[in-house]
């Protein structure tokens, strides 16, 4: 079948998984096919391409989404300016994010006591854990716990003290975005590097963090206030997955288990009708990791498809044409090939793709973005019954929904 042979090559995976996949449904796969190829089009003809070869659409998308971008940022700059906000302020009154519930500060202390943060305290010339409370903010010091002491420290030292925690140890509260001081740069160089980018986030301290970058651009700015939208929408999801733990019997170390990262699932215990769960974007690691050519969901995928949404309706809301904004809605898993000399190259139309490629300065376009959307979007029509994120939810633990 034509349809599954496109989706198979747009997906780097075999045929015959996904003619296993669809099953008797395999009318879906060119319903998929003709609704990307129908948006593509339709974005390529108003702007009236003459030759639709690889140079000149991924010059287009590059050219486009820079004008939006500008514009996007122009009318932002404008609106904090008449609201007089931060940023982080500007942010979180846009999201109108209900509180959620995060660890309580005394808490973490207790245990910051009971487990000295040594790096940090070494690098500050600290003996004592109250001298650091007192001459550093604790909310820095919770954000340095992920770059200074490291995930190492956090997984094998740190969260062992949660299998104590009682429920009464959490409390609602707003999420908090801090942008930290210059003096925490040096020390987040390698933690950077590794990133590729400067802001991050705790989910059971409903905090995210922004480390400050000596220099920047317009298209790394738009990525990181765009990243702010996406820990937002991490948050969230993560937020009402402790708290369905927290109704059943040693909660503790699911709790730590799901902070940890779900486990890479073995060759030989994977079937072909499971779908399995990534939480995290596997190509980033590795390319040709085995698991990326099965039928997969990716909660990263789902979080950005909400912050994208988030973010078109501020653009509205701040000014941003419509005829700009299309291409950020419903964009995130289109893609397609187009000839580069004598040869196919695939160009991802994804919006994080492209802005990222933009603030990297990367000739070729970034697509991992892309692939997990569209098996995203393969179990939508698939299982239009099944919500992807209660799905995620409900299957978390055994990472893969069977």
């Known amino acids: 079948m034509e349809e599954i042979r496109k989706l198979s090559k747009l997906l780097a995976t075999e045929e015959r998984i996904l003619v ?42 590059r050219r486009r989404h820079q004008k939006i971008i ?9 609106q904090r300016k008449e609201e007089n906000l931060s940023l982080a302020d500007f942010i979180l009154k846009e999201r109108n994010y209900p509180q959620g519930e995060f660890l309580k500060i005394e808490k973490i202390k207790e245990i910051l006591f009971l487990e000295k943060p040594k790096k940090i305290m070494a690098h500050f010339s600290f003996r004592r854990v109250e001298e650091l409370f007192e001459k550093i903010d604790i909310w820095e010091i919770l954000a340095s716990l992920r770059f200074v002491e490291g995930i190492d420290w956090l997984n094998k030292k740190f969260l062992p003290y949660y299998l104590s925690l009682k429920a ?18 040096p020390l987040a160089k390698k933690f950077i590097k590794k990133k590729f980018h ?6 059971e301290f409903g905090l995210i963090f922004i480390i400050p970058l000596k220099e920047s651009s317009q298209e790394k700015f738009f990525c990181d206030f765009a990243l ?4 937002l929408r ?4 993560f937020d009402q997955l402790f708290r369905s733990f927290r109704k059943k019997r040693d909660w503790q170390r699911n709790l730590i288990k799901s902070l940890e990262g779900i486990k890479p699932e073995e060759k030989n215990k994977t079937r072909a009708n499971n779908w399995l769960i990534f939480s995290q974007y596997l190509a980033k690691i590795n390319k040709n990791d085995w698991r990326l050519a099965l039928p997969h969901l990716n909660s990263e995928s789902c979080h950005w498809y909400r912050a994208t949404t988030d973010l078109v309706k501020l653009g509205k809301k701040i000014g941003l044409k419509d005829e700009d904004l299309k291409f950020w809605q419903g964009t995130n898993w289109l893609g397609d090939f187009f000839f580069r000399d004598k040869k196919e190259e695939l160009v991802s139309f994804n919006f ?19 692939h997990e959307a569209l098996w995203n979007r393969i179990f939508e029509k698939i299982f239009p019954q099944r919500k992807i994120e209660e799905e995620l939810q409900k299957n978390w633990l055994r990472g893969k929904i069977i």
Request: charged letters at 30%.
């Open 352 to 370: 994080l793709d492209i802005s990222l490629s933009l603030a990297n300065k990367r000739k070729e376009f970034y697509s991992y973005h892309f």
């Open 168 to 185: 009464s140890d959490f409390e609602k509260r707003q999420i908090k975005i801090i942008g930290l001081s210059e003096k925490w740069s």
């Open 228 to 231: 702010i939208f996406h820990y």
């Open 234 to 237: 991490e948050i969230e999801f």
């Open 20 to 61: 296993r996949l669809f099953g008797e449904k395999k009318n879906l796969a060119k319903i998929i096919i003709r609704e990307n190829n129908h948006k593509i089009n339709s974005l390529l003809n108003d702007a009236s391409l003459k030759k639709r070869n690889w140079q000149e659409v991924c010059f287009f998308l």
């Open 70 to 78: 500008n514009s996007f940022l122009s009318l932002l700059k404008k």
């Open 198 to 203: 400067n802001i991050s986030h705790l989910k």
